[in-house]
C-alpha cells in the first residue's frame, strides 16, 4: 500500500490529487506543518530534509512531487493522463509538467517563506514583493497559452494540470488571482470542480 506523508496546502496535494484521479489506492499519513512533526525523528527518517511530500511505497521512498507524480503515472497511469511518449504532444507536457515546479514555484515560494512562514523578524518584504511580481509574469504566461483551450495541454486533463493546479491554489491563497487574468482564473475553476481536487485539499 502507498504511504503518502501529507500536509495541507503543500506540495503533497499534487500526489493526493493524482491518486484519486487515478483511483490508486493510498494510506494517508497527515503531519502539521510544523517543526514537532517535520523535524521528528521519525519523520526525518523518511525525509531527510523534514519536508512534504514523501512516499513510501512497499520501502521505496521518493520526496520529489515531480519525480513521484511521473513514477505513479508510469507504474499505475496506464497511459492515462498523459499523451504517448515520444509524441510532440507529450514534450508540450513535460514542458509545462516541469514549468510548473521548476519555473513557478520559484517565486511563490519567496511570497510564502517571506509572507508567511518565516518569523517576521526574519522576512525580508523586498523578497516577497518580487516574488509576487514573476509570480505574475508567470500568470501572463498562462493566460497567453490558455487564450483557446480548457486545459494546458489542450482539450483533455493531465498531469500537468495537477502540477500546476497546486501553483494556483497558492497563487489563490495568496490573493494573486486577479480579474487581471481571466484564463486563469477560468482554468483554476474548472480544476477546483473536480472531485480529486476537492478531496487533496479538504
Not at 493524482?18 to 503531519?31: A, D, Q, S, V
Not at 523535524?39 to 513521484?68: F, M, T
Not at 499523451?83 to 508540450?92: I, L, S, V
Not at 497558492?170 to 494573486?176: E, N, Q, V, Y
Given at each position: 500500500?502507498?504511504?503518502?506523508?501529507?500536509?495541507?496546502?503543500?506540495?503533497?496535494?499534487r500526489i493526493v490529487w493524482l491518486c484519486e484521479e487515478l483511483g490508486?489506492?493510498?494510506?494517508?499519513?497527515?503531519?502539521?506543518?510544523?517543526?514537532?512533526?517535520?523535524?521528528?525523528?521519525?519523520?526525518?527518517?523518511?525525509?531527510?530534509?523534514?519536508?512534504?511530500?514523501?512516499?513510501?511505497?512497499?520501502?521505496?521512498?521518493?520526496?520529489?512531487?515531480?519525480?513521484?507524480?511521473?513514477?505513479?503515472?508510469?507504474?499505475?497511469?496506464?497511459?492515462?493522463?498523459?499523451?504517448?511518449?515520444?509524441?510532440?504532444?507529450?514534450?508540450?507536457?513535460?514542458?509545462w509538467f516541469h514549468f510548473a515546479e521548476a519555473t513557478f514555484m520559484?517565486?511563490?515560494?519567496?511570497?510564502?517563506?517571506?509572507?508567511?512562514?518565516?518569523?517576521?523578524?526574519?522576512?525580508?518584504p523586498q523578497i516577497a514583493l518580487e516574488g509576487q511580481q514573476n509570480?505574475?509574469?508567470?500568470?501572463?504566461?498562462?493566460?497567453?497559452?490558455?487564450?483557446?483551450?480548457?486545459?494546458?495541454?489542450?482539450?483533455?486533463?493531465?498531469?500537468?494540470?495537477?502540477?500546476?493546479?497546486?501553483?494556483?491554489?497558492?497563487?489563490?491563497?495568496?490573493?494573486?488571482?486577479?480579474?487581471?487574468?481571466?484564463?486563469?482564473?477560468?482554468?483554476?475553476?474548472?480544476?477546483?470542480?473536480?472531485?480529486?481536487?476537492?478531496?487533496?485539499?479538504?
Amino acid at each position: 500500500m502507498l504511504k503518502i506523508y501529507h500536509a495541507k496546502n503543500t506540495r503533497s496535494v499534487r500526489i493526493v490529487w493524482l491518486c484519486e484521479e487515478l483511483g490508486i489506492p493510498y494510506e494517508l499519513k497527515t503531519l502539521n506543518f510544523a517543526p514537532a512533526d517535520l523535524q521528528s525523528e521519525a519523520y526525518l527518517a523518511i525525509h531527510p530534509l523534514g519536508k512534504v511530500p514523501a512516499v513510501d511505497e512497499d520501502g521505496l521512498i521518493l520526496n520529489e512531487s515531480g519525480a513521484i507524480t511521473q513514477y505513479l503515472l508510469a507504474k499505475h497511469g496506464n497511459g492515462r493522463l498523459e499523451p504517448k511518449h515520444g509524441t510532440p504532444e507529450h514534450a508540450q507536457f513535460l514542458h509545462w509538467f516541469h514549468f510548473a515546479e521548476a519555473t513557478f514555484m520559484g517565486p511563490l515560494g519567496n511570497i510564502a517563506q517571506h509572507a508567511f512562514i518565516r518569523p517576521e523578524a526574519d522576512r525580508i518584504p523586498q523578497i516577497a514583493l518580487e516574488g509576487q511580481q514573476n509570480a505574475k509574469k508567470m500568470l501572463d504566461v498562462l493566460e497567453k497559452e490558455l487564450s483557446d483551450k480548457p486545459y494546458v495541454c489542450g482539450a483533455e486533463f493531465s498531469a500537468a494540470d495537477i502540477m500546476l493546479g497546486y501553483d494556483l491554489l497558492l497563487c489563490k491563497l495568496f490573493g494573486l488571482l486577479t480579474p487581471d487574468h481571466p484564463k486563469v482564473s477560468a482554468y483554476f475553476a474548472r480544476l477546483s470542480e473536480r472531485p480529486a481536487f476537492q478531496k487533496a485539499t479538504a
